[in-house]
C-alpha cells in the first residue's frame, strides 16, 4: 500500500501538463504486476575535471556492468509504469600500476518510467516509454605517490580528490517481454538518457521476482 502511495505521487508530478481528468483516469486504474532484477551494460560520456588542477581533465568512454531493479504497474490503455532504482560503477585501473592515475565513477539512478504497450500476445509484448531519472554521481581519482600531481599555485602534492553531484536527466526506453509461464516474465530493454553533461545508452535483460 505504501508502495502504491509514493508510485501514485511521483505519477502526478509527471503528469502535471496533463488534464486533470486524464491523470486522475490514471492513478484510479494503476494495478501492481509485479518486482523485477535485472543485469546488463551501459556506455556512457561523463566527463570531469577538478578546480584544485586545472589542466587535468577525463573524457574517457565509460562502459561498466549495471544493476536495475523495479517495481511494474498496469495502467489504462496498455501503459505500465515502473520505479526504478540503477546502479553502475565504472574504474579505468584496478590499483595495480601504483603509478598510474586511478579515476572512477559510480552512478546511483531513482527514476519513473511510463510505457505503452504497442503489440502483444499471450506470450510477448513490445513497448516503448521514457522517463525521468534523479542522478547521484561520485567522480574520483587517485593521484600516483611517484608521478605526483600539485595542486594549482601551491606545492601540495595531490593524492585523492573525490566530488559529489546529483542531476536529472530524461530518457527513453523501448523493450520486448517474454512471458514464459504465469508470474514470470523476462524482459530485454534499451535505454538511452540525454543530457549535456550525462549522455548514457543502457541495455538491460530483466526477470521478474514475484
Known amino acids: 500500500m505504501i508502495i502504491k502511495q509514493k508510485v501514485r505521487t511521483w505519477i502526478l508530478i509527471l503528469l502535471v501538463a496533463a488534464p486533470s481528468s486524464a491523470g486522475a483516469q490514471i492513478l484510479e486504474s494503476i494495478s501492481f504486476k509485479n518486482m523485477s532484477i535485472g543485469i546488463g551494460w551501459n556506455r556512457t560520456d561523463?566527463?570531469?575535471?577538478?578546480?584544485?588542477?586545472?589542466?587535468?581533465?577525463?573524457?574517457?568512454l565509460k562502459v561498466s556492468f549495471l544493476i536495475d531493479v523495479r517495481a511494474n504497474f498496469n495502467g489504462p490503455y496498455d501503459l505500465i509504469v515502473s520505479p526504478t532504482f540503477e546502479l553502475w560503477s565504472w574504474t579505468?585501473?584496478?590499483?595495480?600500476?601504483f603509478d598510474v592515475i586511478q579515476n572512477g565513477v559510480d552512478d546511483y539512478m531513482f527514476s519513473l518510467d511510463i510505457s505503452k504497450v504497442f503489440a502483444s500476445n499471450n506470450r510477448f509484448s513490445a513497448y516503448f516509454g521514457g522517463g525521468i531519472g534523479y542522478h547521484f554521481l561520485t567522480y574520483w581519482t587517485n593521484f600516483p605517490r611517484f608521478n605526483p600531481y600539485f595542486q594549482d599555485g601551491t606545492f601540495n602534492q595531490l593524492q585523492k580528490i573525490v566530488q559529489r553531484t546529483s542531476l536529472i536527466a530524461p530518457g527513453l526506453t523501448t523493450g520486448f517481454e517474454f512471458n514464459l509461464w504465469?508470474?514470470?516474465?523476462?524482459?530485454?530493454?534499451?535505454?538511452r538518457e540525454f543530457r549535456n553533461e550525462l549522455r548514457q545508452w543502457k541495455f538491460?535483460?530483466?526477470f521478474s521476482m514475484f
Open 92 to 97: 579505468d585501473n584496478s590499483g595495480a600500476q
Open 204 to 206: 538491460l535483460i530483466n
Open 46 to 60: 561523463y566527463d570531469f575535471g577538478y578546480s584544485e588542477i586545472s589542466d587535468y581533465f577525463n573524457d574517457a
Open 182 to 191: 504465469e508470474g514470470f516474465y523476462i524482459s530485454t530493454e534499451i535505454r
